[in-house]
């Protein structure tokens, strides 16, 4: 870590609880902006977990929906999904 982002970092704890809380959300910006992945929030993994196991279930059962069928809906998820992240 740079010098500067670290003489900063130690200053952080002093700050207010809301000025930390901005802090870190820009901080997961420029994460995601330049690395392109930031950490799943807990509600996001259970989220994923969730799809997996409707997922396995639903092949375990069997189906009869077309190839087009599942990406038109794993994408209207996938939309609906990134919407209220970046409401967030």
């Not at 807990?42 to 599942?70: C, F, N, Q, W």
């Not at 990406?71 to 967030?88: L, V």
Request: proline residues 3%; glycine residues 4%; hydrophobic residues 35%.
């Amino acid at each position: 870590m740079n010098k500067k982002l670290e003489a900063l970092m130690e200053r952080v704890s002093t700050w207010p609880e809301e000025v930390q809380d901005e802090a870190a959300d820009a901080l997961a910006a420029i994460e995601e902006k330049h690395l392109g992945t930031r950490p799943l929030t807990p509600e996001e993994e259970a989220k994923l977990a969730a799809l997996r196991e409707t997922i396995e279930r639903s092949i375990a059962e069997g189906g009869s929906y077309t190839d087009e069928e599942v990406e038109a809906s794993i994408a209207e998820s996938h939309d609906a999904w990134e919407r209220e992240r970046n409401a967030s």
